[in-house]
Structures are given as structure tokens and as C-alpha cells.
């Protein structure tokens, strides 16, 4: 079998994890909790928690009654967007080295700022993947 463990790390490297799940797309989301957060989007991946080993300690935000933001205390990385079903969405610039991942798709794009456009030609949802897809 292949071994599919990826490594993750925060900017400073506090925190570490690493996952043994199968990874899916990365989603880019807009939304404004994602836009100020990051400082611009969010690219994510999900896991369930139950295939991550943790090291150091995460900082969380309940930015929502759905979900909070896990972050390093010291140097600030986004990190996580937990869903409360016991989904974590790993932020795709925290894993380390080559993923072999893609994106698939933008959400929230209709909270972007508008600064910039999408340009990889992916679908762009208004919001949630289960409604309407807008203009790039
Ligand atoms: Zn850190
Ligand atoms: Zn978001």
C-alpha cells in the first residue's frame, strides 16, 4: 500500500500534524471570516480528525455557531476550519512539500474582495457549493 501521510506545520513550526487520510480537492473559499483571517482566501482540504496527530498547542476562534478557526498562538498561521461533525479542513498552505492535490472549485466568491478575479476557469459558487454558480 502507498503511503499517503502528509505533514503539516504552522509558520514558526509550534504546531505540527500529520494525517493518513486520503486527501480530496482544495476548496478556495472568500467568504469575509476567511478573507480577514488570512488576509486574503483560504484554500482548504478536509480530514476527519479521528486521521490527525497533533503536536504543540492550537489556538481556536468560534467565529460561528458551525465551526472555529484553529491558528498558532506564536506566529499567527491559519491552520484549521473545524466543522462540528468532527470534519477539520486542513488550510492547503500549512501542509508541507508537494501534496499532489488540486483545487476544484471557489466558494463564498460572492464575498471576494474586489481586488482580484478567479482566473483558473474553476466553477465560482456565491456561496455554498449547493447554490447558484456566478461569473468569475
Ligand atoms: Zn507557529
Ligand atoms: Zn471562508
Known sequence: MTDITQHGSCLCRQVT???THALGPVTA?????CRKQTGHYAAA????WS?????GEVNWYRSSPQGRR???GICG??????EGDGTVYLMAG???GDTGLSMD???????????????????????GRSGPEVEA
Not at 29 to 33: A, W
Not at 77 to 82: C, D, G, P
Not at 105 to 127: M, V
Request: charge should be negative; include cysteine; charged fraction near 15%.
Open 70 to 72: 484553529g491558528f498558532c
Open 105 to 127: 472549485a471557489h466558494i463564498f466568491y460572492a464575498d471576494r474582495g474586489d481586488y482580484y478575479r478567479a482566473t483558473d476557469g474553476l466553477p465560482c459558487f456565491a456561496a
Open 94 to 96: 500549512s501542509l508541507d
Open 45 to 48: 482540504t478536509p480530514a476527519p
Open 29 to 33: 473559499c472568500h467568504c469575509g471570516q
Open 17 to 19: 500534524y500529520t494525517t
Open 77 to 82: 498561521s491559519y491552520l484549521f476550519w473545524e
Open 51 to 55: 486521521s490527525i496527530e497533533l503536536t
